[in-house]
C-alpha cells in the first residue's frame, strides 16, 4: 500500500532573481518531488532544470547528517563523526577563547548559499556582533552594481519584470536570462512574439544571444563605454525628453559634457564593434517609448563595473522611458522590499556600537586576509573562520591564496554544509545544515516585487540543523545570555518586514504566513513621476554623495585592471580575456555535486575563437591548459564564434574535487576590487591558453 501524501509550500533559496514558489510533495517523511507553483504569479507554473531537481539533491546520498570532526591534514577530507554536545563544546571552547582576547581574531564568511532573511544572517550576524568578531564585507557578487544604482536612484531599484512583456525593445545587457532569469525570460519572449525587438549586449553568444534579434559583442569591460556613446548620440540628435530631464534629474548639463568626450567613433574603438552599431542602437532606444534595458551582474565584474551600471541606469532618465511601465531599467528590485535589517541583524549588539564598530574583511580579499601575519593597520591575525552559505575554496577569487589560507594548521575553521565540498575538506568541525525544505525562512526578491514564505516541508534529515540553531548552540555553550540570540525562527522572520511601510499596506504577518506570498504595493510605472531614493528625490546623474568622497560624481568609463588600455605589458604576455559565467546546469558551486545535472556539463569546457584556436594550433576538443601568473586550470576546448575574438570563456563553478585536474576558474581570477562597492573583478582577468 503506497504511503499518503502531503503537498506543502515552499520557496527556491537560491542565488537567482526568479525567487520561485514551489509545491513539494512529501510522503513518509520524504520530499518525493518538487515542482513550481502555479498560483504565485511570478514563478508562472515553471521551475529552472536544477531546482525541478531539488529533492535529489535533499536526499542526496552524499549528504551530511551527523557532526563531524578532523582527523587528517587540513584539505584531505577526513572526518570522524562526533555528537552535537561534543560539536558545541569544541566550538565553543575555541571561540570562547579566542574572542576573551581578541575577538577580530574570529571571521564569518557567509554569502548566497541561501538568500533567506532567517537562515542567512540573522542570528548568525547577531552571534558575530556580540562577540565583537570581525565583520565579513559580503560583496562577491553585486556590490559594485548596487552601488551604482545606490548612487543613480537611490537604492537596488527597477522596472517591474511583469511588464517587459508589453516592452517594444529590449536590452539584453550582460545577461543570459535563459540560464539565469528564466522568467523574465518568458516575458521577453512574449514581448517578442508581439513584435519587440530583443537586442543581447555580450561579449559572449549565449543561448540568449542566438535568439535575440542582434548580438553587439563587446570587448568585456567596456560596456560603460558603449552607454556613454548611446548618450552621445541621444544628445546629438536631441533623442531626449527634456521635460523629465528637467524635472526629475540632477546634474544633465555636467552629464553632457561628460558624453560629448565619448563620440562613436572613439566607442567603436574601445568596445571594438562597428560605429554604425553604436549610432543604430542609440536611435533605436531613443525612438522607443517603451524601451527596456534588463542588466545582470555580469557586466559590472570588471574595474569599472560601478560606473558601467551608473551609465546604463541613466538612459531612461534621458529619454523619458520611465513614464512607461513597459519602460525603464532593471538590475536588481531588491530595494523595493522593506526589510528591517538593523531589526534581523542587531548591529547595536557589537560592543561600543556606533561610536565603534569591528573591522571589516572584505570577502573578495579573503585569502590575503588568511595569510596576513597582522599588524596594527590589518588588526589581529586571523585564528578561527566559520563559513556558512559558501564555499570559499571554490567560489572566490585568487583560490590557490585562498586554499593556502585555509591549509593553516593554526587556523581553527568551522564549516556549516549540506555535503562535503571543497571548503569542507578543510574543516576542523564540520556541521550538517539543513536544506530549504527542512527549515522556516522568508524571502525577498531581485527580480520580483513579491515578499514570501517558506515553511518547512519534512523534519531535518538525520542530525542536520537549521543555521539559526547551530549558532544558538554556539551561544549556549560559550554562556552568552543575550535574548536576541535565542529568539525563535519565526519571531525573527515576523519582524524581519517593517509593516508600517506603504509597500505591505493592507498586509500583516498572519496573512502573508496563510497565502506564503504578498505581492508589494507598488505603482505600475514606479518613477513615472520622479520619486527616486537619492537625497535629491531626483535620478542623479551627478553624484554630489561622490563627490563627498572624492570619487567621480559622474559615470565614466574604467578600462579593466587586465587588459591592454590597463596593463599593456601584462596583456602582451597573457592577451586573451577570460569570463567564467554560471554553468546553465549550475548555480555558482550548488548543484555541482548532483550526478545528472553534473553529467549534463560533462567536463570543464573552454569555448575559443577559431582565429585565436588556429594560432595556437588548438582544434575542437583537444585538452588545454589556461594559465596566468596566479594559477592554471586545465579544461576541453570548444573552438567556436560563440566567443569573440581575444576572449576565452570558461563556464563555472565546478567544485575542484570534481574536476578532472582539481582545478576550477578561480585559480585565475584576481582579488582586485570594483571602482565602486568593493565587488569582485571575476571577468577582469587576462589569460594564456596552449594545449596539454
Same mark, same amino acid.
Given at each position: 500500500? !503506497? ?11 537560491? @542565488? ?7 509545491r513539494?510533495?512529501?510522503?513518509a517523511g520524504?520530499?518525493?518531488k518538487?515542482?513550481?507553483?502555479p498560483? &504565485? ?9 536544477k ?6 539533491r ?11 570532526k578532523?582527523?587528517? +591534514?587540513?584539505g ?11 560539536a #558545541? =563544546? ?6 570562547? $577563547?579566542i ?7 574570529i ?18 550576524q ?5 562577540l565583537g568578531a ?15 544604482l545606490?548612487?543613480?536612484y ?9 511588464f517587459?512583456? $508589453?516592452s $517594444? ?21 512574449q514581448?517578442? +512574439?508581439r513584435?519587440? =525587438? ?11 544571444a542566438?535568439?535575440c534579434h542582434? &548580438? ?5 569591460g ?5 552607454a556613454?556613446g548611446?548618450?552621445n ?20 548639463d555636467?552629464l553632457k559634457a561628460?558624453?560629448?568626450n ?8 574601445i568596445?571594438?564593434?562597428? $560605429?554604425? /552599431? ?7 532606444y ?13 557586466l ?14 541613466c538612459l ?17 528590485s531588491?530595494?523595493?522590499a ?5 531589526a534581523l ?27 596576513h ?5 590589518f ?11 559558501? !564555499? ?8 590557490e591564496?585562498?586554499?593556502?589560507g ?8 568551522? /564549516?556549516?554544509e ?5 571548503t ?10 539543513t ?8 524571502? %525577498? ?6 515578499v514570501?514564505?517558506?515553511?518547512p ?7 542536520a540543523l537549521?543555521?539559526?540553531e ?15 540570540? #535565542?529568539e ?5 522572520a515576523?519582524?524581519?518586514f517593517r509593516?508600517?511601510?506603504?509597500t ?14 504578498a505581492?508589494? !504595493? ?6 513615472? @513621476? ?7 528625490? %531626483?535620478?542623479?546623474f ?16 574604467l ?10 605589458e ?20 550548488? #548543484? ?13 569546457h ?20 589556461? #594559465?596566468?601568473?596566479r594559477?592554471s586550470? =586545465? ?9 569573440? *575574438?581575444?576572449?576565452?570563456?570558461g563556464?563555472?563553478?565546478?567544485? *575542484?574535487?570534481?574536476?578532472?585536474d582539481? +582545478?576550477?576558474?578561480?585559480q ?8 565602486l ?16
Amino acid at each position: 500500500m !503506497n504511503a499518503p501524501t502531503e503537498l506543502a509550500r515552499a520557496v527556491c533559496p537560491h @542565488d537567482c532573481p526568479d525567487t520561485c514558489a514551489m509545491r513539494v510533495t512529501v510522503a513518509a517523511g520524504r520530499a518525493i518531488k518538487v515542482v513550481a507553483d502555479p498560483e &504565485h504569479p511570478p514563478t508562472q507554473g515553471a521551475l529552472c532544470a536544477k531546482v525541478s531537481r531539488y529533492a535529489e539533491r535533499v536526499h542526496h546520498p552524499q549528504r551530511l547528517t551527523t557532526p563531524m570532526k578532523r582527523i587528517g +591534514r587540513k584539505g584531505e577530507g577526513r572526518f570522524e563523526p562526533i555528537s552535537w554536545d561534543e560539536a #558545541f =563544546q569544541l566550538a565553543a571552547g575555541r571561540l570562547s $577563547e579566542i574572542a576573551s582576547r581578541a575577538p577580530e581574531a574570529i571571521v564569518p564568511y557567509s554569502y548566497a548559499g541561501t538568500m533567506g532573511l532567517v537562515q542567512g544572517d540573522s542570528i548568525a550576524q547577531r552571534f558575530f556582533h556580540t562577540l565583537g568578531a570581525s565583520q565579513l564585507d559580503r560583496t562577491i557578487c553585486a556590490s559594485a552594481g548596487a552601488a551604482g544604482l545606490k548612487y543613480t536612484y537611490g537604492a537596488s531599484l527597477g522596472m517591474l519584470t511583469e511588464f517587459f512583456d $508589453e516592452s $517594444e525593445v529590449i536590452l539584453i545587457w550582460g545577461s543570459n536570462p535563459i540560464a539565469s532569469s528564466l522568467h523574465f525570460w518568458t516575458r521577453a519572449q512574449q514581448a517578442k +512574439r508581439r513584435g519587440a =525587438q530583443l537586442i543581447a549586449i555580450d561579449p559572449y553568444r549565449s543561448l540568449t544571444a542566438e535568439k535575440c534579434h542582434q &548580438h553587439i559583442a563587446l570587448k568585456p569591460g567596456t560596456d560603460g563605454a558603449l552607454a556613454l556613446g548611446m548618450m552621445n548620440v541621444l544628445i546629438a540628435e536631441d533623442l531626449l525628453d527634456h521635460a523629465y530631464i528637467e524635472a526629475h534629474t540632477l546634474g544633465f548639463d555636467e552629464l553632457k559634457a561628460r558624453a560629448l568626450n565619448y563620440p562613436p567613433s572613439r566607442v567603436a574603438e574601445i568596445c571594438d564593434v562597428d $560605429e554604425s /552599431v553604436i549610432v543604430d542602437l542609440a536611435r533605436l532606444y531613443g525612438g522607443t517609448k517603451k524601451a527596456a534595458i534588463r542588466m545582470n551582474y555580469g557586466l559590472q565584474r570588471v574595474r569599472g563595473g560601478g560606473n558601467a551600471v551608473r551609465a546604463i541606469a541613466c538612459l531612461p532618465s534621458l529619454t523619458g522611458a520611465w513614464r512607461e511601465r513597459a519602460g525603464g531599467v532593471l538590475l536588481s528590485s531588491g530595494g523595493w522590499a522593506p526589510v528591517d535589517s538593523h531589526a534581523l541583524q542587531r548591529p547595536d549588539l557589537m560592543p561600543g556600537w556606533p561610536s565603534k564598530v569591528s573591522r571589516v574583511i572584505n570577502m573578495n580579499t579573503i585569502g590575503d586576509a588568511l595569510l596576513h601575519k597582522g599588524d596594527a593597520a590589518f588588526g589581529p591575525k586571523v585564528e578561527a573562520i566559520v563559513v556558512y552559505n559558501s !564555499n570559499p575554496v571554490a567560489v572566490a577569487p585568487d583560490s590557490e591564496r585562498v586554499a593556502a589560507g585555509f591549509a593553516r594548521e593554526d587556523l581553527f575553521t568551522i /564549516v556549516l554544509e549540506h555535503f562535503q565540498t571543497d571548503t569542507a575538506d578543510y574543516a576542523d568541525l564540520l556541521l550538517p545544515a539543513t536544506t530549504q525544505l527542512e527549515h522556516f525562512d522568508v524571502h %525577498k526578491s531581485y527580480g520580483h516585487t513579491h515578499v514570501m514564505v517558506n515553511l518547512p516541508a519534512i523534519a531535518p534529515v538525520g542530525g542536520a540543523l537549521p543555521n539559526t540553531e547551530i549558532f544558538r548552540g554556539f551561544a549556549r555553550h560559550m554562556g552568552l545570555s543575550e535574548p536576541a540570540l #535565542f529568539e525563535s525562527d519565526e519571531t525573527v522572520a515576523k519582524n524581519a518586514f517593517r509593516w508600517q511601510d506603504t509597500t505591505l499596506e493592507g498586509v500583516d504577518w498572519q496573512t502573508l504566513k496563510q497565502t506564503g506570498w504578498a505581492r508589494l !504595493n507598488l505603482p505600475d510605472a514606479p518613477f513615472a @513621476d520622479g520619486g527616486f531614493r537619492t537625497p535629491s528625490g %531626483k535620478c542623479e546623474f551627478y553624484s554630489e554623495r561622490l563627490a563627498q568622497q572624492g570619487l567621480d560624481p559622474l559615470p565614466d568609463y574604467l578600462p579593466p585592471y587586465e587588459s591592454a588600455d590597463g596593463a599593456p605589458e601584462l596583456a602582451a604576455r597573457y592577451p586573451l580575456a577570460m569570463i567564467s559565467p554560471p554553468a546553465r546546469n549550475f548555480l555558482n558551486s550548488t #548543484f555541482v555535486n548532483v550526478e545528472s545535472l553534473r553529467s549534463t556539463e560533462g567536463e570543464p569546457h573552454l569555448d575559443m575563437h577559431p582565429a585565436d584556436a588556429q594560432s595556437r594550433e588548438i582544434v575542437d576538443g583537444a585538452r588545454v591548459r589556461i #594559465f596566468n601568473d596566479r594559477g592554471s586550470m =586545465q579544461a576541453r576546448v570548444r573552438v567556436t564564434d560563440k566567443a569573440r *575574438k581575444g576572449l576565452v570563456v570558461g563556464l563555472s563553478i565546478w567544485w *575542484k574535487k570534481l574536476a578532472p585536474d582539481g +582545478r576550477n576558474a578561480n585559480q585565475l581570477t584576481s582579488q582586485a576590487l570594483t571602482d565602486l562597492g568593493g565587488s569582485a573583478t571575476f571577468y577582469d582577468c587576462l589569460v594564456e591558453v596552449e594545449r596539454v
